[in-house]
């Protein structure tokens, strides 16, 4: 073979390999890129707070108004929130009313307990100042306006868990009870308390 074949032969190698590196190169950074974009976006994710959440599903926390008997709408004690029951209440006041099983569908109760999820929310907002500063909801007691036949108010009370880890993620799944009753104040559809517990 000649001396100038086996100099292009070579070069052709030398060629190759150096393309073969700048691909890989291109590869390393192209794959680095993305790892940091990821990051980048599992932060901003982790970074949204309870408010930023609810804002983004289109909720606004109410003013939450004085209670109409001689109790409050929450005490702390220590690292703990005791909230009073709350139910489902508009801005104006009004409630969702009604029995379960005999006036009002399971779709209408759940949408009950997630307006009532939106009232003590906004209870813990006037507690903290600052949603992020919930540890946990630890226990959520439901009472469900229900007549002597309906048997469904776990369906009724899941309005008021989702809307909670919708706002809390981890932080607002709990141990739950929920309680068929045959009447509540103002007859309205449900009634939530619950135990928080907070960060210091």
């Not at 994710?45 to 609810?54: F, M, W």
């Not at 880890?165 to 308390?193: D, Y």
């Amino acid at each position: 073979m000649h001396e100038s074949t086996l100099l292009q032969l070579g070069k052709r190698h030398i060629d190759a390999k150096s393309f073969g590196h700048c691909k890989s190169k291109k590869q390393s950074t192209m794959k680095y890129f993305f790892i940091v974009l990821s990051l980048l976006m599992v932060n901003t994710v982790k970074a949204q707070t309870p408010e930023e959440k609810l804002a983004a599903a289109g909720i606004v926390l109410p003013t939450i108004s004085t209670p109409v008997a001689n109790y409050v709408n929450f005490v702390q004690s220590g690292n703990w929130l005791f909230l009073s029951g709350k139910g489902p209440s508009n801005q104006n006041g009004q409630y969702i009313t009604g029995k379960l099983g005999l006036n009002l569908s399971i779709e209408e109760g759940y949408a009950a307990a997630k307006l009532t999820a939106i009232n003590q929310l906004a209870v813990l907002k006037q507690a903290l100042g600052d949603l992020s500063k919930i540890k946990r909801v630890v226990k959520v007691l439901g009472f469900v306006n229900s007549s002597a036949d309906f048997y469904d108010q776990p369906k009724v009370m899941n309005g008021f868990s989702d809307l909670m880890v919708l706002a809390l993620g981890e932080k607002g799944k709990h141990a739950r009870s929920a309680i068929g009753t045959n009447t509540l104040p103002f007859n309205m559809a449900v009634e939530v308390e619950l135990i928080v517990e907070i960060d210091h």
